[in-house]
């Protein structure tokens, strides 16, 4: 079964510095790989997705995100945080095999102190 | 182009009562899923609609139950309301059957409280 982990339940960084948001997934075979952002009372807005083409793959605001297969590992990144980058983010992974379901990690916490 | 609507907002039940949650997907998208959102944790996947018919659905007991409509908007409806079911619903649109890899676009959400 396919599952997801995401290391931190909350993360703080100082503006301007990098962001590093850990994620690690289970699966028999590499499956297809998103992050979303969340912000409060608001819907999930997804930043940037893997669908085993380049491994480096780039999002929108800045962030991109590393496909390790080795390390089982997605982490997102942003070399220079913003405060307006404050939210919750989730890790989210679906099967490459034909099937429908996504399942998300708890979420990440971002705080961004000035 | 229309984004992914739900209403209401925000809604307050109380325990053994039933609801019924709503959504409109995004202009051109013919599938729908619904997720549940506990506070503090991931969305949970509910189920999946594609042109009308349930494509999939996780662990949820039956008296969580789903329509979609000919212009693909959808409804979630939940039963004999329990306290856990306490949560933020999300609907989300996309536009194929298999969305491994297309993207799913988010409503707001309703946030639905059971007393």
């Known amino acids: 079964a396919q599952s997801v982990t995401q290391l931190g339940s909350h993360v703080s960084v100082s503006e301007g510095a990098l962001v590093l948001l850990r994620c690690n997934y289970s699966s028999s075979v590499p499956p297809y790989l998103f992050w979303y952002v969340q912000y409060p009372n608001q819907g999930l807005q997804l930043l940037l997705k893997y669908t085993s083409a380049a491994t480096l793959v780039k999002g929108i605001n800045g962030f991109e995100a590393e496909f390790k297969k080795s390390e089982t590992s997605f982490h997102l990144t942003k070399p220079s945080a913003h405060m307006s980058d404050a939210a919750e983010y989730f890790c989210a992974v679906t099967p490459n095999t034909g099937g429908f379901k996504t399942i998300f990690g708890a979420g990440t916490r971002l705080f961004v102190k000035a | 182009e229309t984004g992914v609507t739900q209403s209401p907002t925000h809604l307050i039940k109380t325990r053994g009562q039933q609801v019924t949650l709503r959504c409109s997907s995004q202009s051109g998208h013919n599938t729908v899923s619904w997720y549940q959102q506990a506070l503090g944790q991931g969305p949970q996947f509910i189920f999946q609609?594609?042109?009308?018919?349930?494509?999939g659905r996780g662990n949820f007991p039956p008296r969580f139950s789903g329509l979609q409509f000919p212009n693909y908007s959808s409804e979630l409806n939940v039963n004999a309301l329990e306290l856990d079911d306490s949560a933020l619903y999300l609907c989300a649109s996309s536009s194929k059957r298999e969305a491994s890899t297309d993207t799913q676009y988010f409503g707001p959400g309703t946030r639905l409280t059971v007393l």
């Open positions: 609609y594609y042109r009308e018919e349930e494509n």
